[in-house]
């Protein structure tokens, strides 16, 4: 038998065996956890039982909106149980939803995409202080966080604000998002014409 022989048998044996790490990072929609792809074959990579671990994830998640994102770190075991960690919304969401918006700014420090109150900020960095990595933090240390977050979307933070303006504004907004968007288009297509 040749070494080059050899050298091919000992790496298919050696391609074969994957290792992957006990410790995976997840977002899951909360209520939606379905053994279809893109979780399935995560899960099943690692060898969890997928339905088990879909029913466990929705009956934990049963008394959260539908359909809110919920980042998970799931720790693998040897004997293919699980330790399952679920977080809070991401604070881009919260800070989304708060302000009344479907996407933030394209352009965050030249416009404004939205507004928030302090208010606001103080209620979602009490909703994201409870996750484990945000309890050694003071409550200023995490609503200076929640306030760099939304300056990064695009969202102004205000000490106090008037309904009715706000209103107008978002209306104001939505022009402006149509707008851009309209832009995007005749961009991508400029450039597919120019590359066809």
């Keep these: 038998m ?8 000992i790496a298919k044996k050696i391609a074969e065996k994957v290792n992957h790490r006990p410790y995976m990072k997840l977002t899951i929609p909360a209520g939606q956890a379905a053994p279809s792809p893109p979780l399935g074959p995560q899960l099943g990579q690692r060898g969890i039982a997928i339905a088990q671990f879909c029913k466990d994830f929705n009956e934990r998640t049963k008394d959260i909106k539908e359909g809110v994102p919920l980042p998970c770190a799931i720790i693998v075991k040897p004997d293919r149980s699980y330790d399952l960690h679920i977080n809070t919304p991401p604070t881009s969401y919260l800070l989304k939803c708060a302000a009344g918006m479907s996407k933030g700014a394209m352009l965050p420090a030249q416009e404004v995409g939205g507004m928030l109150t302090l208010k606001h900020v103080y209620e979602i960095a009490k909703i994201k202080s409870q996750d484990y990595y945000l309890q050694i933090y003071s409550m200023e240390a995490v609503c200076r966080q929640v306030i760099g977050t939304a300056h990064s979307l695009g969202i102004q933070v205000v000490p106090t604000m008037d ?34």
Excluded at 2 to 9: C, F, Q
Excluded at 165 to 184: A, H, S
Aim: charge should be positive; charged fraction near 40%; proline fraction near 0%.
């Design 2 to 9: 040749s070494k080059a022989g050899k050298v091919v048998r």
């Design 163 to 196: 309904a009715d303006e706000y209103g107008e504004f978002l209306k104001q907004r939505k022009d402006t998002v149509t707008q851009q968007e309209q832009e995007l288009l005749e961009k991508r297509q400029a450039k597919m014409l120019r590359t066809g």
